[in-house]
């Protein structure tokens, strides 16, 4: 922890947090800034709060740069304008501190002001502004609590005209005890999701965008995204459906009277579309309002059940008992008790088909989220305790007017009968009724399996029934006319589909999505002209039930990756009721309409394949992200146990790239055998002081991985920071990699500039061949005539005081200028540079010089690369060398092999001219090319040899040129061979030569290499194995 000299302060002039402007104020001006002000003091008996007064020098018992635990160190908005009052960072604490007025100075009136916590009672107060003095103040938005903001608003919209026209029905054709089935069988579902919304509610802070929101920040953009569309296009068409259903009943109403509009419906587009335009502006007029008026149809809902209740015990008279009602009766309670299927939807899931949608509308509340006063406590408690309530009025419903009105009814007076009269069947028949005729004609107007209208006839007063009816119906469309803008507004801002950010707009202090409510409005008024909602309700329902099954799914899964930020508050939920909640609903929207569930799955495909492709650029900590995760670790440790086989061996590479912008060739071609196939790894070396180093790594890597995805290149990016070269290879080469997922391939550029390079840098060049061979890696050296180093052409586009790579064409380490690290954002942005490998070689020719036995990687990694579309059409040729008397026996032979590999290599050439002595003046240009680097020590013995070379070990001795004549002129004769055969080959693979550690000084191999590659035209992949077979032709 830092510390510094405690400045003489008495506790009267400490207020505030220390803050780094505070001391850095205390080490340059000899004192604090703070001055005495009125109401500051340390006084201990006054209570104290995190980040309060009393945090001064005694709170520690001295001075210290560290803070203590605060809010809005953890919020991620503050008020415009507001300096940023977080903690200080690692560096501060932990390396010596700098004056930075910008960053670090505070005013001294802030350190006044903050007590690091929210102000009681404003929730908003981060989000909005944190009341500076002077400040306009921005109007307080409307905020409602847990009873009127969600309680209230779901249990209006799970009521509707089900209850009052079908709950009846369904209780004479099921019976009570199955209709309570019914019931209870649709609330276990809801029920499920309400804990599955409670969990996610609480687990972090909900903004606006009710189920879109939940759903997206749980499992990301891409199922997020599609169902916050056609969810917020489902509750637009609800307006429609709910409007008309209120349109069909004043009809009706019209109709008994003789007092039609127009004609039947065309009255219904008449009255819908007033009806909607009235409801608009109601919602237009601001929350507040509409929050009256949904209070206003709880009210008259609420009325509508007294009157029934206080209908079901008042004595029936003689019209009543005429259409089945004769109050509480235990005979007709039993007889209803048991089902009485009747007409073609009589069965148990058809009737569960029918009645599920009353069920439903459980997401009012969660849909308003952004005006909650607290969504985290308002709609887990709102939610639960409307599916509570609501579910209590069915089970009575259905309870009371089954045992009150029997199923069969004629409504005429006439058919009183004396009790125990001969020939009278049924139930009514002790009661003085007999409706024996109608019952078996099933003729009967009345009764509860008949008459949709049996509560406004139970009821005392039948008009209140047919305004619960009305208030039923308008909260609905009402609540659905509020969510579909919230959802889509939230929806809109996230900018996850194209051309609907013109609806993202709010308008006033809450908000308001007046242009997400006037294309609302214009959906709505769309089908409430079609009048005939019979075919689009279904897929309605199922798009509810959808979100059902993902908002389900997503409590699920969060909870079963185990993520340590899956901690929600509300505990009473279970991670496999809510898969079976899931599974339910999936279920259910089959059972419902099947082809409706199919429309629904398409249309949530169709979306969540769009945003798939573009790949928003969002990160919302996401389920999936943790799931991923999850699979890669589970398979990783599992990949542990598994051993080793030859038929498995995939090349892993680590490539050293140094920044993989700068050689993307080499970046290219490893990505292209690599790609769904095994581990490539880029690597760079920052050489240079670690404290120079170390910011530009943390700033650079997200950048070069950005770049790399930006390139279609599976691979991932690490960097190391070492004082040379070879060290920070050698770090790479033992510390790369997790379990199996190691590298055993060393890719990494051809060093043209060794002849002109520092000595030290063509000597550490070739000790990380060395290395890696120690460190039985296989090794591939990548040639191309014009180089791999781009750097100097990116140079000016990325930062004019860049300086090119220090080892340009080794692929490895970098060094910037001080102080100009090139921002990460920028590396990823780039212009690409175009590459060979990404280009189609056409019908050109692969060539592979398979001249000493390395295991088979010559062969496996050109294989490798003509599985690709882009080389698919190249034909392949393998080169051996051979003695001019056995040519065929040893083609024969070398063809059989390749075939037992099955490789498909068919086309095989042996040089017999490989053992020619090559042309002088190829001998002659090899000789100049090693002159510079000769001792010319006379053949002098090894200990003066030995004396002449001290500190420049890369010198070639006589002895040295000699002993290793022959080798170096095979490279030079090989040379010759590749320029006859392969001129025009889209790419050459050949195996290099092997210099011994301590016997071939580096600037000979250097030199062989050379030779060996020089004047060629297509790209020259050097590739040596580690000598154990990576191929094999046994299937076990």
């Known amino acids: ?125 981060l989000e909005e502004a944190e009341g500076e003095p002077g400040r306009d103040s921005v109007p307080e938005p409307v905020r409602f609590g847990w ?22 029905w369904i209780t004479a054709q099921a019976g009570i005890a199955l209709t309570w089935v019914i019931i209870l069988m649709s609330v276990t579902v809801t029920t499920i999701t309400g804990l599955s919304i409670s969990a996610i509610s609480t687990n972090g802070k909900v903004k606006s965008g009710g189920t879109y929101f939940l759903i997206s920040r749980s499992l990301g953009p891409e199922l997020g995204g599609s169902i916050g569309l056609i969810f917020a296009f489902a509750n637009a068409v609800a307006v429609a459906m709910h409007t008309v259903g209120f349109a069909e009943t004043v009809r009706d109403l019209l109709q008994e009277h003789n007092s039609l509009i127009v004609d039947p419906t065309n009255d219904i587009r008449i009255i819908g579309v007033i009806t909607v335009t009235v409801l608009l502006g109601i ?81 009012a509340g969660a849909n308003i989220s952004g005006d909650l006063k607290d969504p985290a406590v308002a709609i887990p408690k709102g939610t639960l305790m409307a599916i509570f309530w609501t579910t209590v009025s069915y089970l009575v419903l259905s309870a009371t007017i089954g045992a009150c009105v029997v199923r069969d009814a004629s409504g005429s007076l006439n058919d009183s009968v004396a009790v125990g009269s001969p020939g009278c069947e049924g139930l009514a028949c002790s009661f003085g009724w007999n409706f024996t005729a109608c019952a078996q004609q099933q003729s009967c107007r009345y009764g509860l399996s ?19 009816i009305f208030g039923a119906t308008l909260s609905s469309a009402l609540a659905c006319l509020v969510s579909a803008p919230k959802v889509f507004q939230c929806l809109c801002k996230d900018q996850l589909y194209p051309l609907i950010g013109f609806f993202g707009k709010g308008y006033g202090r809450n908000s308001e999505p007046i242009r997400g409510y006037m294309l609302t409005y214009v959906i709505a008024i769309g089908f409430i002209l079609i009048a005939e909602l019979n075919a689009i309700a279904p897929i309605i329902s199922n ?84 799931s991923s995760y999850n699979m ?114 060393l890719v990494l550029g051809y060093k043209r500039n060794w002849r002109t390079a520092p000595p030290q840098s063509l000597e550490d060049y070739v000790g990380i061949l060395h290395d890696a061979f120690d460190f039985k890696y296989g090794v591939c050296l990548m040639r191309m005539k014009e180089g791999l180093n781009v750097s100097r052409v990116l140079q000016a586009h990325v930062n004019p005081t860049f300086e090119a790579a220090e080892h340009p064409e080794n692929g490895t380490g970098s060094r910037a200028a001080p102080d100009t690290a090139v921002d990460s954002t920028t590396v990823a942005s780039e212009q690409q540079a175009s590459t060979i490998f990404q280009s189609k070689q056409g019908k050109k020719t692969i060539d592979i010089y398979w001249l000493f036995d390395d295991g088979g990687l010559t062969l496996l990694i050109p294989y490798l690369l003509g599985r690709k579309k882009r080389w698919g059409k190249c034909k392949i040729r393998v080169f051996v060398g051979g003695q001019i008397n056995r040519m065929d ?59 002449m070379r001290q500190g420049c070990p890369w010198k070639i001795s006589d002895e040295e040129v000699d002993k ?73």
């Open 543 to 626: 798009f509810f039930l959808c979100s059902y099954a993902l908002i389900n799914f997503s409590c699920f899964h969060a909870s079963i990756t185990n993520s340590p930020g899956w901690r929600p508050s509300f505990r009473y939920y279970s991670k496999w009721a809510a898969l079976f909640g899931a599974a339910v609903s999936v279920v259910i929207m089959f059972l419902l309409t099947w082809w409706a569930a199919l429309i629904a799955f398409g249309i949530v495909i169709f979306l969540l394949g769009y945003v798939l492709y573009k790949k928003p650029d969002v990160n919302w900590g996401s389920s999936m992200q943790a």
């Open 964 to 1036: 290793n004549r022959a080798k170096s002129l095979r490279q030079v004769r090989l040379n010759e061979i590749l320029l006859d055969y392969s001129r025009d080959a889209a790419l050459i693979a050949i195996t290099p030569p092997i210099g011994r550690k301590g016997r071939c000084p580096s600037s000979l191999y250097m030199a062989w290499l050379e030779t060996l590659s020089q004047d060629l035209r297509p790209p020259i992949i050097l590739t040596r194995g580690n000598q154990e077979n990576v191929l094999t032709f046994y299937c076990q």
């Open 283 to 363: 919602s237009l007029a601001g929350m507040e309002w509409e929050a009256k008026a949904q209070i206003l149809f709880f009210l008259v809902i609420l009325v509508s059940f007294i009157n029934y209740l206080v209908g079901t015990v008042i004595p029936a008279t003689a019209e009543k008992q005429a259409k089945g009602f004769f109050s509480y009766r235990a005979d007709i309670f039993a007889q209803n008790f048991v089902p009485n299927w009747r007409g073609p939807e009589g069965s148990f899931f058809g009737l569960f088909s029918i009645f599920f949608p009353s069920a439903t509308g459980i997401l």
């Open 1 to 125: 922890m830092a510390e510094l000299p405690i400045p003489d302060l008495s506790p009267a002039r400490c207020s505030g947090r220390f803050t780094i402007s505070t001391l850095l104020g205390m080490e340059e001006g000899g004192r604090g800034p703070y001055t005495p002000t009125e109401g500051s003091s340390c006084d201990s008996s006054q209570p104290t709060q995190l980040s309060s007064s009393t945090l001064c020098t005694r709170t520690f018992g001295y001075n210290t740069v560290d803070v203590v635990p605060a809010y809005e160190h953890y919020a991620n908005s503050k008020g415009v304008g507001d300096p940023r009052k977080g903690r200080p960072s690692l560096a501060d604490l932990h390396s010596i501190l700098k004056p930075d007025p910008g960053r670090l100075r505070t005013p001294v009136s802030d350190l006044h002001q903050s007590n690091g916590l929210p102000e009681a009672g404003s929730e908003a107060g």
């Open 632 to 745: 890669a670790l589970n398979y990783s440790v599992g990949l542990s146990e598994v051993d080793e086989h030859i038929k498995n061996y995939r090349p892993q590479c680590l490539v050293l790239t140094g920044p993989p912008n700068f050689r993307p060739a080499l970046v290219d071609f490893v990505g292209t055998f690599t790609k769904n196939l095994s581990l490539m790894l880029c690597g760079n070396v920052l050489i240079g002081p670690r404290k120079q180093k170390m910011p530009e790594s943390r700033l650079m890597a997200d950048g070069h991985t950005k770049w790399l995805m930006k390139r279609k290149i599976k691979a991932f990016y690490t960097d190391v920071v070492a004082e040379d070269l070879r060290s920070g290879v050698q770090m790479l080469i033992q510390a790369a990699g997790l379990g199996k997922m190691r590298p055993n391939i």
């Open 889 to 947: 026996e040893e083609r024969k032979a070398i063809v059989s092999l390749l075939s037992k590999f099955r490789l498909g290599f068919h086309e095989v050439h042996i040089l017999p001219d490989i053992n020619q002595k090559p042309r002088p003046e190829h001998i002659k240009r090899f000789d100049e090319l090693i002159a510079p680097f000769r001792l010319n020590d006379g053949f002098k013995d090894e200990a003066t040899v030995n004396e």
């Open 450 to 468: 008949n008459y949709y209208q049996s509560m406004s006839m139970v009821s005392g007063f039948g008009p209140l029934i047919t305004a619960g």
């Open 147 to 168: 009873v009127k903001g969600v309680m209230i608003r779901c249990m209006l919209n799970i009521w509707g005209v089900i209850l009052y026209l079908r709950l009846p």
